[in-house]
């Protein structure tokens, strides 16, 4: 296990546990106490999580923690849903995009499939609309993918661009498609988003595409975020994982959903 992923499973411990002790997570995860130390003294730096006397406690800010030590959380998962969602991407289609690290699988997925780079052709195989930097910057040397960036004020955090500016490119649009990563996807509440701002545009996209699909790994449905997306009801599909609880996915389908476990 090298440093980030050591990092990243000990904001995941602290998020399901509240409370990590030193000496059992050194024994845990097989490193030094005096590591664990450097690497809980390194995130709580960093607003993560907080230090305690022998340990660490979770904090309000490692809710929302950023991008990067997200990335290795259930990354099988996440892998086998964005092969998911993207088979389902036809050429000449206008794909949506919104932040987070399931959605930059599915845009990985997308600029490895063979049909999409064909070099003789003039016009774009497809075109992507995404209000995440991230996605754009890995996509935007793919010759025959169409990239369109909404604009906006990009958060630290997820790289997202949100606000007013935003708002304005995608009142303009329409989309075949929108794959929406979120952090809560529940029956009764609908889909949520930790930050308001990444909500609104979240929102938006939804609006302005034809079929709306939540793409999700099982450990957020039926969670709780601060910040409405969309209701239930405005989603068409649901890409989760086999762990998914069967009772969870039958209350999806009973509205009506699409569900498909990769």
Known sequence: MDRHERLSALLDMVGQRDKI???KTAEELDVSPATIRRDLDHLAGRQLLTRTRGGAVASNVAYDLPLRHKAARHAPEKQRISAAAARMIERGMIVGLNGGTTTTEIGR???TRADFNDRGSVSPALTVVTNALNIAHELAVRPNIKIVTT????RQHSFELTGPLAELLLNEITLDLVFLGV??????RGAYAHHEGEASINKLLARRARQVVVVTDSSKLGGQAFAQIC???D???LITDESADPDVIREFEEQGLEVITA
């Open 21 to 23: 002790d030193v000496e």
């Open 235 to 237: 989603v068409d599909m």
């Open 183 to 188: 952090d809560a996807f529940d029956v009764t």
């Open 151 to 154: 604009g906006g004020v990009a």
């Open 231 to 233: 209701p239930a009801s």
């Open 109 to 111: 997925a997308i600029a």
